[in-house]
């Protein structure tokens, strides 16, 4: 079974620039996370979506950080403008089912962003 | 809110047995998870607990105590590639949908 999928591995950006990330969700997983993950922290739920639907963005920076889930598959991440302290491991993570029983959540190899 | 406190950092020696201790506070629990977190690497599963008692799963085992809010990871006959971050993650029911909320982690670091 493929795990779930992201690229880029590793983003370097200049303050200010605007980057996307990809993720793309183990087949049949009807909810995808986004999480930061800042140095030394462990991870931050930004959206949570259960289909295509946002069930929970209530720390998403909405004023630069935007997701979407067309057609309930692949995501995409996306902050602009960039600030210092962006800089982290951007983990999605996949479900079957929204978070029933033994619901785990299995998580990408993350995008590493360096923002300067 | 929720609160989840774990040690930061633990070392121990090759064939030892290591505990991880988290404690939490939260409404709403709905289970409690722990993943290991290689350097550099994604979190992956390792246990699920939403009922008192001791789960036993290999080398590892988690324990939950829901009414002192507190839950351990066991570590039995470490092994080199042991050395990772443990984290503890609470779930929890609010507001009609599930939330897993992540402690700051615990570095394990194994020596021969």
């Known amino acids: 079974e493929a795990g779930v999928a992201q690229s880029p591995r590793y983003k370097i950006i200049e303050k200010r620039q605007s980057v996307a990330f990809w993720c793309n969700p183990i087949s049949g997983h009807a909810t995808l996370y986004w999480y930061q993950q800042i140095l030394g922290q462990g991870p931050k739920l930004l959206i949570q979506?259960?289909?295509?639907?946002?069930?929970?963005d209530s720390q998403l920076p909405k004023d630069r950080f935007s997701a979407e889930r067309l057609k309930g598959v692949d995501s995409t991440l996306k902050i602009q403008p960039a600030k210092l302290e962006d800089s982290a491991v951007y983990l999605c993570?996949?479900?079957?089912?929204?978070?029933?029983?033994?619901?785990?959540?299995?998580f990408g190899p993350g995008t590493r962003l360096t923002v300067l | 809110g929720q609160n989840i406190d774990q040690p930061t950092e633990m070392t121990a020696t090759e064939g030892a047995i290591v505990q991880i201790n988290c404690t939490y506070q939260?409404?709403?629990?709905?289970?409690l998870f722990w993943y290991q977190q290689h350097a550099g690497e994604a979190p992956t599963f390792l246990s699920y607990n939403v009922l008192d008692g001791l789960e036993e799963k290999g080398r590892f085992s988690s324990f939950l105590s829901r009414s002192k809010g507190y839950s351990y990871l066991l570590l039995k006959e470490l092994q080199m590639k042991d050395s990772a971050s443990y984290l503890c993650?609470?779930?929890?029911?609010?507001?009609?949908?599930?939330?897993?909320?992540f402690g700051t982690g615990t570095r394990l670091l194994v020596s021969p």
């Open positions: 993570a996949s479900s079957l089912l929204a978070g029933v029983g033994g619901d785990t959540q299995y």
């Open positions: 979506f259960q289909n295509n639907g946002v069930v929970d």
């Open positions: 993650a609470v779930r929890s029911m609010n507001t009609g949908f599930q939330k897993l909320v």
């Open positions: 939260t409404s709403g629990f709905n289970g």
